[in-house]
């Protein structure tokens, strides 16, 4: 088992406390499958459906907006103004990202990486 193997299933463990703790979302699951663990928050038909795994040693965030969380973007899209849309996209992503997923890892280095950067724009609460 690799260092990141070893260092994930806590990452994991701790990121479902704070989503118990920062959210009010009712599902979450950590499953275990025969190439490593993934961590759902949200039922997949849910407007924001985020999910968190290990595939080939590197670890991989997604966010999934359906529903009412499209229908706050779509508008820039129809109207060709993908560089608000795509910001509006990233703002959604990172800020869902600060509150389900736990920031004392090195995993997420780049999230805190890029609340720097972006300082005002975006606030990744703890």
Known sequence: MSDTSKLFDPFLVDSRS?????????????????????????????????????????????????????????????????AIFGDDLVKQYFEYSGIVIHLDYVYIDWIVDFQRRFQGNLILDQ
């Open 18 to 82: 704070q989503i118990q703790d920062h959210t009010t979302t009712n599902y979450m699951k950590l499953h275990a499958f025969s190439d490593g663990k993934i961590l759902k928050v949200n039922r997949r038909n849910n407007s924001l459906y985020y999910q968190v795994y290990q595939k080939n040693e590197k670890v991989r965030f997604e966010l999934e907006l359906k529903h009412s969380q499209t229908k706050l973007v779509q508008d820039y899209l129809f109207q060709n103004q993908f």
